[in-house]
């Protein structure tokens, strides 16, 4: 009898093939590469056209820089669930690897895909908004970290959820505010903090609510998705 | 251990309907099961339930007599053909079978995508986009990306659908040499071949 092939199932393996694949899928549809794009450059240009020449308080453009990022995150997030579902592939992920690696495979893409959109923010809003300027570098810097990472957590279970609903295009925004309101209100605080010029230990509050954010979140996705994906 | 597919009293039920119940069988290494029955009686549904990607709602299925929930741990054993399952249109079928290698972890080595893209008569097409192809084609792609990992069971649900009589040619190869080296499992309304089947299981007589 023939000897089968000697399968590793290595767990990083699979969730490295899926984010490659992903990505490689990316780069030749830009669905959401094009959505968070045009997302991110037309809300600026309307922020930019609103505040003219006059800039505004730290605190309202901490918040505004955080709305569009967060808008930007739904325009785009979604679509890695929502294609497996919409070409019928999701079956044959189904097929090829335990639930949590396509979980943690789909997370590190969505990741990869916010932290791009959070810099490409950050800079557009830097160089065209008058008067946003970051006086504590350090707290800018692990907010932008820490808040890509939860959103892109809270992101990807959300969009596991919605991705066979027939109105996905709503229930996206709609059920991921109140999830993402937490963290929302946190990193708007944070970058607050970092625009008002305040010391690096004024803002470990915020860090440490960051992270048991995310640690709640990774950890409840990766107990539920299981019931998730499968029928 | 050696290899065995067997199911336990399995049953199913959508919005409180018997799909299926009490279906149980064992097939050891070398054999073959026929799944047959009329259109609508369950023949995808239980071979959904035997890849795993469908959970029953009574009964179990294991393969080399571990229980595998849910299909946890049958990804790397077992191999699908179906209607249902979709290639992945914008990746070449070189690229979709190189996939299919890499996330099992094993090398996604161009020799073993080429043999098996050569195997069902696509070499020469390996590096075009999927969505470029025909429905025999797609077909094609769907058995390199089911054997590409050499699975000891390969469930084939409607094997021959779209194919031509050279792919229907291939199929048959690819059964034949699954017949002696593994587990064979086949849902289908094609009764044509039925002697060639070492176990049945008529869905129609199951609800």
Do not use: C
């Not at chain 2, 249109?89 to 094993?106: K, M, T, Y």
């Amino acid at each position: 009898m023939r000897q089968h092939e000697s399968v590793r199932g290595s767990w990083g393996s699979s969730v490295l093939a899926i984010l490659r694949k992903d990505w490689q899928s990316e780069l030749r549809t830009r669905y959401a590469i094009s959505a968070l794009l045009m997302f991110v450059i037309t809300t600026i240009s309307i922020i930019l056209f609103s505040l003219g020449s006059e800039g505004a308080p730290a605190e309202v453009l901490s918040g505004m820089l955080w709305v569009v990022i967060f808008f930007a995150a739904m325009s785009g997030l979604s679509r890695t669930f929502v294609m497996e579902e919409e070409r019928g592939t999701a079956m044959t992920l189904q097929l090829l690897a335990p639930p949590s690696a396509v979980y943690f495979g789909k997370l590190l893409f969505n990741l990869v895909l916010i932290a791009g959109v959070n810099l490409l923010t950050v800079a557009l809003y830097s160089l065209f908004i008058n008067g946003f300027i970051i006086k504590t570098a350090s707290i800018f810097i692990i907010t932008i970290t820490l808040g890509s990472i939860g959103f892109a957590a809270a992101a990807t279970i959300i969009a596991a959820i919605i991705a066979r609903a027939s109105t996905k295009g709503t229930l996206y925004p709609v059920l991921s505010f109140p999830i993402l309101l937490p963290l929302l209100l946190t990193v708007i605080n944070a970058t607050r903090l970092a625009a008002e010029g305040a010391f690096f230990e004024e803002a470990y509050g915020e860090f440490q609510i960051l992270i048991s954010y995310i640690v709640v979140v990774i950890a409840t996705s990766f107990i539920v998705f299981d019931f998730v994906w499968k029928d | 251990m050696d290899l065995a597919l067997a199911a336990k009293n399995l049953k199913k039920l959508f919005n409180w309907r018997v799909i299926f119940r009490d279906i149980s069988f064992d097939v050891p290494q070398g054999k073959t099961l026929l799944i047959t029955g009329r259109n609508g009686s369950g023949k995808s549904t239980l071979v959904k339930i035997i890849s795993g990607v469908l959970a029953p709602t009574s009964g179990s299925v294991s393969i080399s007599g571990v229980a595998a929930r849910k299909g946890d741990g049958r990804h790397d054993v077992l191999g699908l053909v179906s209607p249902y399952l979709q290639m992945y249109d914008e990746f070449s079928a070189s690229e979709n079978v190189q996939f299919a290698l890499a996330i099992r972890g094993l090398k996604p080595d161009g020799g073993r995508v080429d043999e098996l893209l050569n195997r069902v008569g696509l070499y020469e097409r390996r590096n075009d986009a999927v969505r470029t192809y025909s429905s025999g084609m797609k077909q094609r792609v769907k058995y390199a990306f089911a054997l590409a990992h050499r699975p000891p069971v390969l469930l084939l649900d409607e094997p021959m659908s779209n194919l031509d009589a050279e792919g229907i040619s291939i199929v048959r190869d690819i059964m034949s040499r699954q017949r002696n080296e593994g587990i064979l499992v086949v849902a289908t309304n094609d009764l044509t071949d039925i002697d060639h089947y070492d176990l049945r299981v008529d869905l129609n007589a199951a609800t």
